[in-house]
């Protein structure tokens, strides 16, 4: 597996939303229709998030229908509506992911379930060769 799907620069803040990016903790890349159910917790508030793919909003639910990948060194962008207040909060991230290529049942992919805890800090900021997921070139 890659590094901690949260990592130190996960939370982020803009336009008036807090902004959570997951990074793909599988061994390649996948269809970025592959995440399934994404649910983020910020200082224990459950939210559904919508999918941020460069400038459009995608309900979760509607993932399935989306061309384009997740790559591996890249990361999905989950966004709730309000922004969050700077500083330290405790984040949470549970999801499934669906791998077209294994088998989980006669007529179904498997489906893994993760999740992610861990404290991180608004608008920190690392040496990072990630791109968000559906950001143009």
Known sequence: MTLSALRDDALRTADGRTQVRLSLPWIRSLPVSCLVDPVVEIDGIRHDPVVALGERRVP????????GWW?????VVLEIPDAAAPGSH????????EIP?????????L??????SRPLETGASVASVSRDVGADA
């Open 101 to 109: 290529y294994l088998p989980g049942g006669p007529d179904s992919p």
């Open 111 to 116: 489906r893994l379930p993760f999740a992610f």
């Open 71 to 75: 790559y591996i060194q890249d990361r």
């Open 90 to 97: 405790d984040v949470s991230v549970s999801f499934h992911l």
């Open 60 to 67: 979760a639910r509607a993932l399935a229908e989306q061309d």
